[in-house]
């Protein structure tokens, strides 16, 4: 199986046996990962009906369900890991999901586009416009993106919020790469949080 | 209808009396099933599937007094998405209904056919009677049990109940509780058989039976198990073998005739009384209710249990909206539940009817 490098870096993180809620968890790719790498109980969350039915056909447990509303009916703690995959900039309300999260599962790995990459500012200073690049391919108007963070922003939510960040690991075109100004040089960044 | 004690069905005559949520119980009790598919050795690949309100055991092969094929032929059989080359299905036909387990139409103790006199019975009380026969088989823990509306109360139930029976549960187009829509529906069914002067309170047996308010029973019901889509694409205002309206009163429209035609076809394999009774089961069904108020607590027990639960967006009967609030109550105890709202133009019905997506969500619950 060929995960997203942000989604390889989670398998690899997750505990053995673990509990994990994976909320958008589109096919269930990660989930099926993790339930036959690692023997981890996984359940999922997903908006889209024929992603479900995909999931479901995997034998997975997926609910075809909206996380900005159906969260709120999970028990406290009810996971040891909660995953929030490229799923926290189209919330309706990031912060909300972000406590939400740290809430039903005791830890938590949230990934998400790093709007403060270089190009993204490059793009942005020369041309006026909202960029369109590789890792943010979609027009302004037709994103599911409305709530465009940079890896600085998101971790002033978290200090605001008083959230611990246990890890974090950043990636730039499919590789990983270090830590140093991350929020120039990562196009994507994956936290590992608890509370 | 035709008699079914002149049928050679398989069925078994439960040890003990059964006790009903009404407080009485009945001794005697017969239940009549059919089984596809071979048990393994050690018992571990047994489905038992819950029939809906005029279903019965006949899921997979040819129905005795009609004729036709099995009602979920396109989901069990060989190959099939419950494949009985791999697993053992189960179907009894309900406590109360008229396929040769014990009903109103069944000789009582003191020697004359229940009728009016049989208990009011609970979906609980069906699945009680299933449970027993699953006992008097030797099976204990089942792979699964699997439902489509009322059958999928029963796998609900089962769950809530007696959730050390099974390991998975699938419940497709159903609900947690009747609305008071869905109450009313069957009331007005119920209504016109009780309207039919051949009805007799219900000790017809021996002369004519109440044939006419049993169709207009199954015709209103009828129109709750299909769409508005449905309805305008098949039928539209279309007029039946006329050019213009006749200014009367005969079936004009094709839709008319199509549900006199359901509605006369049905009073052939159904009793009347059983349909009160089951109607009345299903309008007293209320999961939160018997579990103190609260739905969660109802699967207080199968936190363990694995759920797959199906809608379809065309469903006005039994709604996405119904569904979703079992899956809030399995999410609160953290229970492994998937679900899905599929899309299919077919209505209530959609379950019996060719949706290729749930035979896919199907076969990957059943054999995930």
């Known amino acids: 199986m060929n995960l997203r490098p942000d989604l390889a870096k989670i398998a690899a993180n997750v505990p053995e046996g673990a509990r994990v809620l994976d909320i958008g968890c589109g096919d269930g790719a990660l989930m099926a990962e993790l339930r036959d790498g690692k023997g981890v109980d996984a359940r999922g969350i997903e908006i889209d009906p024929l992603a479900v039915e995909q999931a479901v056909a995997r034998g997975l447990s997926v609910v075809q369900g909206d996380a900005n509303r159906d969260l709120a009916d999970y028990p406290d703690k009810a996971f040891d890991v909660a995953i929030l995959s490229q799923t926290l900039q189209t919330a309706e309300r990031p912060d909300w999901l972000l406590d939400q999260l740290l809430r039903v599962g005791r830890t938590a790995f949230v990934s998400f586009p790093n709007f403060a990459y270089w190009r993204m500012r490059l793009a942005l200073l020369r041309t006026g416009r909202m960029p369109v690049v590789r890792h943010l391919p979609e027009s302004w108007y037709a994103t599911k993106n409305i709530h465009h963070l940079t890896v600085e922003d998101f971790r002033d939510l978290l200090a605001e919020r008083g959230v611990a960040v246990d890890s974090a690991w950043f990636f730039a075109r499919g590789r990983e790469i270090g830590g140093t100004n991350a929020n120039w040089r990562a196009e994507h960044a994956v936290f590992r949080l608890s509370r | ?368």
């Open chain 2, 1 to 368: 209808m035709a008699t079914v004690h002149s049928l050679d069905l398989q069925r078994v005559t439960l040890p003990a009396p059964l006790p009903l949520d009404s407080g009485r119980e009945l001794a005697g009790v017969e239940v009549a099933y059919e089984t596809y598919g071979a048990l393994a050795a050690d018992k571990s690949n047994a489905i038992l599937l819950f029939h809906a309100l005029t279903g019965d055991q006949f899921v997979a092969s040819t129905h005795p007094v009609t004729g036709k094929p099995g009602w979920w032929e396109r989901m069990v059989g060989p190959g099939k998405p419950i494949d009985t080359d791999r697993f053992h299905v189960i179907c009894a036909n309900v406590l109360g209904s008229c396929m040769g387990s014990t009903g109103p139409a069944t000789i009582g103790p003191d020697g004359a056919r229940y009728g009016m006199n049989f208990p009011v019975i609970t979906i609980r009380d069906m699945v009680r009677a299933q449970i027993a026969l699953l006992d008097v088989l030797g099976i204990g823990t089942l792979h699964a049990v699997v439902g489509g509306s009322m059958g999928g109360m029963q796998a609900l139930c089962c769950a809530a109940n007696w959730p050390e029976r099974t390991q998975r549960v699938l419940a497709i187009a159903t609900t947690a509780r009747h609305t008071a829509q869905n109450i009313a529906f069957h009331e007005v069914g119920r209504q016109a058989i009780m309207a039919d002067p051949d009805w007799q309170g219900g000790a017809y047996y021996g002369s004519k039976s109440p044939d006419k308010g049993l169709a207009v029973a199954r015709m209103a019901a009828h129109i709750t198990y299909l769409s508005e889509q449905g309805l305008t694409e098949k039928f539209g205002r279309q007029l039946q073998d006329r050019e213009a309206k006749s200014f009367g009163f005969d079936a004009d429209f094709q839709v008319e005739s199509y549900l006199r035609h359901q509605g006369i076809s049905f009073t052939d394999r159904f009793d009347a009384n059983s349909y009160l009774y089951i109607t009345r089961a299903m309008d007293y069904f209320d999961l939160a209710e018997e579990a103190g108020g609260r739905l969660a607590d109802a699967f207080a027990g199968a936190s363990d249990t694995r759920f797959c639960l199906v809608s379809f967006d065309t469903d006005w009967l039994y709604t996405t909206a119904d569904m979703r609030e079992v899956v809030h109550a399995l999410n609160a105890v953290a229970a492994p539940v998937s679900f899905v709202e599929l899309s299919a133009p077919y209505g209530h019905d959609s379950f019996l009817l060719d949706v290729p997506a749930l035979d896919r969500v199907v076969k990957g619950f059943i054999d995930g």
